[in-house]
């Protein structure tokens, strides 16, 4: 009877176990459930909390991305350089526009400066000049517009939101455009 009663429980705290926090929270408190939600507690984001990192995130590349782009319009000698930090200038800021306006939808606040990657990307090229210069600024550009096109189709086939979708999916084609400018031009540059 013992051994028979050490195996019942046994199983049945295996059992408890494996259940979900939610079905163990049943019958408690709404606060305790809470408390043990996930969405709640920081173990996994929302959707609404996916789309505004997204939203901060695009928005601190499109400042790094002008920001790079002016100081290669001062520092750089190569007319291609040249003419794609235009691009990026008007391309980006035109962006930034938009994501502007899906946060404030979303009453999501925006970073007013660059991430601390560009940032400290920015100290790197603003001690080059001339072709050692051109060529980290498209090297930065080809890494940078990779993990900014990654993040936008992500975005484009994860989230809920019609205007962020949209969003997503017209500056993955902008971006997947800048990316193959800036290839282009890397290799003309030599990697």
């Known amino acids: 009877m013992q051994l028979r009663t050490r195996f019942l429980l046994a199983i049945g ?15 408690h408190s709404p606060a305790a459930q809470a408390a043990n939600d996930p969405t709640r507690n920081g173990m996994v984001q929302t959707d609404q909390n996916m789309d505004a990192t997204f939203l901060k995130n695009t928005a601190e590349a499109n400042m790094g991305e002008v920001a790079a782009a002016k100081m290669a319009q001062t520092k750089s000698q190569n007319d291609d350089v040249k003419n794609f930090a235009q691009h990026m200038i008007d391309d980006h800021t035109a962006m930034e526009k938009d994501v502007e306006s899906a946060a404030a939808g979303l009453k999501v606040t925006l970073p007013t400066v660059p991430s601390k990657s560009d940032q400290k ?3 790197k090229l603003a001690a080059m000049d001339g072709a050692a210069f051109d060529k980290a600024y498209m090297d930065a550009q080809v890494k940078g517009h990779k993990k900014v096109l990654a993040e936008m189709k992500h975005e484009s086939s994860t989230t809920q939101n019609a205007q962020l979708r949209d969003l997503a999916t017209k500056g993955s084609q902008k971006v997947a ?3 193959k400018m800036a290839e282009d031009i890397q290799a003309k540059l030599g990697k």
């Open 13 to 27: 705290a295996g059992a408890l176990a494996c259940m979900p926090m939610q079905a163990q929270m049943a019958g």
């Open 121 to 123: 990307e920015a100290q």
């Open 177 to 179: 455009e800048h990316l």
